[in-house]
């Protein structure tokens, strides 16, 4: 099996579920298998988002490349970032680091097309929802993304931030959420909802939704674990 390097800490609690459901996936091939080896980079998630609030880019990209390049020096032999936001320079972070990352956008995308649809909603932090980079690689599959008013916006960004984050999960910020994809389901007539946080999914599931959700974390995992057995 191929040695596993995640960034992970932005935020904390996603590395863990991933690391988690890494582990999980092995468990039924274990006496065949084993566990794979797994090395974890822990990027302090204050200063990753000092850096994208000031659109500092370049400064993001040689944190993360320097990070990824840690990884493989200790002998990671594919990569995958454990957040959704640093995807947005992936291709710039790649072009930097000689170890093999996995993009959690493609493979979301990618099921997506599986799919058949054709709307979708995005949810995320604000800077994931206000961003291009996920529908940047939605237009390969024309499937058009929705994102929340900006009121909506401030209400997630609170629950990812201040919450979740902190290991904290209300029943009312997941009502408050599943009230917005069905207000957005309404308006617009989307077919499914993408877990676009990492955190997201630590508070939501298919089983709270009567549209298709989408758990780009688990995907990721999926790609990571299929990569590492090739």
């Given amino acids: 099996m191929k040695k596993i390097g995640l960034i992970g800490g932005i935020g904390p609690e996603s590395t863990l579920d991933y690391y988690r459901n890494i582990i999980a996936a092995f468990r039924d091939s274990y006496e065949k298998t084993g566990f794979p080896e797994i090395v974890i980079e822990s990027i302090d998630l204050g200063n990753f988002n000092a850096l ?3 659109g500092k880019w370049e400064a993001v ?11 493989r020096r200790c002998g990671a032999e594919i990569g995958a970032m454990a957040s959704n936001t640093p995807h947005a320079v992936f291709d710039a972070i ?5 170890l093999p990352l996995l993009s959690i956008v493609s493979v979301t995308a990618e099921y997506a097309r599986t799919l058949n649809v054709r709307s979708l909603c995005l949810l995320g932090t604000r800077f994931t929802m206000t961003s291009d980079y996920y529908q940047d690689e939605f237009d390969r599959y024309n499937i058009r993304l929705t994102t929340p008013e900006p009121e909506e916006i401030r209400r997630i960004q609170h629950i990812l931030m201040k919450e979740i984050e902190l290991g904290i999960i209300k029943d009312k910020s997941r009502s408050d959420l599943v009230a917005i994809i069905t207000r957005i389901k309404k308006a617009a007539g989307v077919e499914g909802v993408i877990l676009g946080c990492t955190e997201l999914p630590l508070i939501l599931s298919q089983k709270d939704l009567a549209i298709h959700c989408i758990n780009p974390s688990r995907l990721h995992v999926d790609a ?3 990569e590492c057995m090739s």
Avoid: S
Avoid at 61 to 71: G, K, M, N, P
Avoid at 94 to 98: H, Y
């Fill in 52 to 54: 994208v609030d000031a």
């Fill in 61 to 71: 990209i040689q944190l993360v490349a320097i990070r990824c390049e840690l990884l």
């Fill in 94 to 98: 790649q072009a930097k680091t000689d």
């Fill in 224 to 226: 990571i674990v299929r």
